[in-house]
């Protein structure tokens, strides 16, 4: 279905080496790499338009503008979302996050509750924490079963008329998993809180339609989907962003200013304060171009065989354990070899040219759930092949060896 090869070639970085052998890259949960599209892109800005936007009136300003206006578009289409001016470019689901959690004292008054799940991205943890501590609510915690998916029956009896806000990640960085979001978004819904989804790893890899979904905030990591680093997008329903205060204060994103009083810009300009990343946004604009050009449904579908593939294949390794081996999830594996520690195999693997992730992942309350202290994950995007997992297995089996 893919044109694996014609896909590769778009991939400079693939036709490297590292420490001699051809690289193998497995980390694609923590960002991915750029086609050649993106990559001149960002040269094609700086080189023949290069101007700050939204300020002048002279047309090579207007031409930046015209470029960056034109990648909102692209974006506000890509996850389905109503209006442009619902696109706020960020510099990354980081900052998406903590651009909401940061005003979400509209949302949250003192004694109410904000629920989060043990098996979010610190990025999605810390904000809330401390909107929490600021405004005097309490966060509470939709527990993860055994096999690494939310304990959905924990969630219901947690919501009650004081839950405020509910914000959980549409796939999990450090299991994979794929959460049920449109259930733990109408639940949340009914009992009149707001919700906030990460979807910085479902970006990536399936058709995110933020409408279909109903979440009142989605955020987005333009670097894990194959856009530069230093952008990302925050989607809200109009209303919602309405309500939220801005973030940051600056040039661009007021109406008027006087010593006196301050009017904000209208959307998404209220949140756009000072020069924005406008190379990012524009090469992330040609990111969106690239992935409908191969087709979100065929990504989907082609990692789910590299998934299926891997995790048989790792289940072969005596004393593998994945955790969060579900059916429902991206291509993201989590995994040990018994008690061998997860950095020492990643080290091992790295000097036969894989490159997988060791350790938290970011996630560490849920590394606790499980009582270990990382894991090895190997995660996949549509460039990865069959073969590049035989060679990580080939080298898994050498580092056990080694190790035990
Ligand atoms: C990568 C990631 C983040 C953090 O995104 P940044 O791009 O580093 O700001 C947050 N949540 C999840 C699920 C992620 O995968």
Redesign the pocket.
Known sequence: MLDINKIRADFPILKREVNGRPLIYFDN?ATSQKPIQVIEKIVEYYTHYNANIHRGVHSLSQEATDHFEGAREKVRAFFNIPQCKQVIFTS????SINAVASGAHVFVNKGDEVIVSAVE?H??IVPWQMLCERVGATLKVIPVLDNGTLDMDSYHQLLNPKTAFVVV?HI??ALGVTNPIKEIIAAAHRHGAMTLI?G??SCAHMKVDVQAIDADFYTI?G??MCGPTGI?VLYGKEEALNSLPPYQGGGEMIDQVSFEKTTYAGLPHKFEAGTPNIAGGIALGAAVDYLNEIGMENIAAYENELLIYATEQIKTIPGAKIYGDVTDKAAVISFNVASLHPYDIGTIIDKLGVAVRTGHHCAQPVMDRFEIPGTVRASFAFYNTKEEIDVMVQALQRAVNMLS
């Not at 990354?92 to 900052?95: D, E, K, L």
């Open positions: 949960a990354g689901n980081t900052h991205h990025s999605n990640n999990s960085n990460d910085a790893q990591s670097h894990k990302g």
